[in-house]
């Protein structure tokens, strides 16, 4: 255990050097792959893209940076917050997209007269009652 103390990290425990770098290169390479892939798939897109969740990266990842800035010394505490920062910059990206974004007729809800349709003599009826024969 003092080991890991020492050298402060779980991998510098049992790497060095060149090794170690590789290593921490390949699993970060892994992680944007999978991430990249995941949030391809249609229910996280869907999550991700809501304004709820996009307001809570930003808050909560700009928040996280600015705290990481002003109590990390050195290279680390700025290397910390400028990588939450560049998170809560694209969750801030997302959330300008979606106020921009045109909306079509397709996204919005139907409207109160869609709901009837018209009978073949001309009169509106419920859409419902078309579809079970009653007129």
Known sequence: MSVLVERGT????VLDGTQ????TFAGIAVSMLAGSRIAKKPKIKAFLSKSSTLWFLF???GGVAAFCYLTMDGVKGIATAAGMGLVSLGA??????NRRK???????PQART?????TSRGSPAPAGCIRSGLF
Do not use: E, H, I
């Open 10 to 13: 779980a991998s510098g425990a």
């Open 20 to 23: 170690k770098n590789v290593a």
């Open 59 to 61: 808050l909560f990842n």
């Open 92 to 97: 801030a990206a997302g959330l300008l997209a």
């Open 102 to 108: 045109p909306t079509t007729a397709a996204d919005q």
């Open 114 to 118: 869609a709901r009837f349709r018209r």
